[in-house]
């Protein structure tokens, strides 16, 4: 009885992660989807760096969804919050810092692109990076900074789970290359072309939308995964 009681726990919690993982990227789907819509600005390499320059906030978002996997069982209100009020507090600073930097968050010109600004604001994205990284350090700790021992648990887990995630992710861009050399067989020998707006939404936008999304869940599966066969201690 107790081992069912603990494997419907384990499958909850996995469950919560899963979802979790939706919840953590659909933000910035809606954002690509609401991108897509400008149809006369589009141009291929300007708009992927204006989805990665603009990508901050979600990324504000996301790994604050990622340090909370650490916490949904047994649930940890307090670390939580202290989480929510940590990304906040990076959020805040960021918009600040926003209106210092005269740049169209909306979408980026080749201008812009050249200017000391967008530059400065790569710098400070992945000076943000590393913040991140050390504030789901901190959830994973429950906030204990003295802590060592744990400490070099989530270190050697976020190796782990970094190589899990770059196997899956080799998986997928495999899976991306040959849908791309399927479509261009498609062109040559039926004259299949991205034309019309149906075409390019069934067989451009949403597969992006699609591999945006795996790749987003990716680190949770890969935690998932990684703990399960490593049998971590997850309870």
């Known amino acids: 009885m107790m081992f069912n009681n603990e494997k419907t726990k384990k499958i909850i919690y996995f469950l919560s992660v899963l979802i979790l993982s939706a919840v953590a990227i659909i933000p910035y789907l809606a954002y690509m989807g609401i991108l897509f819509d400008f149809e006369s600005y589009y141009k291929g390499e300007e708009f992927i760096r204006t989805m990665f320059t603009n990508s901050f906030a979600f990324q504000i978002f996301y790994f604050f969804c990622y340090s909370l996997i ?88 976020t190796g782990n789970t970094i190589i899990f995630s770059l196997i899956i992710y080799f998986i997928l861009f495999i899976i991306w290359i040959l849908y791309i050399l399927l479509l261009s067989i498609m062109n040559k020998i039926f004259d299949f072309e991205l034309n019309g707006d149906l075409e390019m939404f069934l067989f451009f936008k949403i597969p992006i939308i699609i591999f945006v999304f795996l790749c987003g869940v990716i680190p949770f599966i890969s935690y998932i995964l990684f703990s399960t066969f490593k049998k971590e201690e997850l309870f």
Not at 76 to 95: A, D, E, R
Not at 107 to 113: G, S
Request: charge should be positive.
């Open 70 to 157: 650490f916490n949904l069982y047994p649930l940890n209100k307090k670390v939580i919050l202290m989480s929510f009020l940590s990304f906040l507090l990076i959020f805040l600073i960021w918009h600040f810092l926003s209106y210092l930097i005269p740049i169209d968050f909306l979408y980026l010109t080749n201008t812009e692109l050249n200017m000391p600004c967008f530059q400065m604001l790569i710098i400070t994205n992945i000076f943000f990076l590393v913040i991140f990284f050390i504030l789901v350090c901190l959830s994973y700790n429950k906030f204990i900074i003295n802590d060592i021992k744990n400490i070099n648990k989530f270190f050697t887990l």
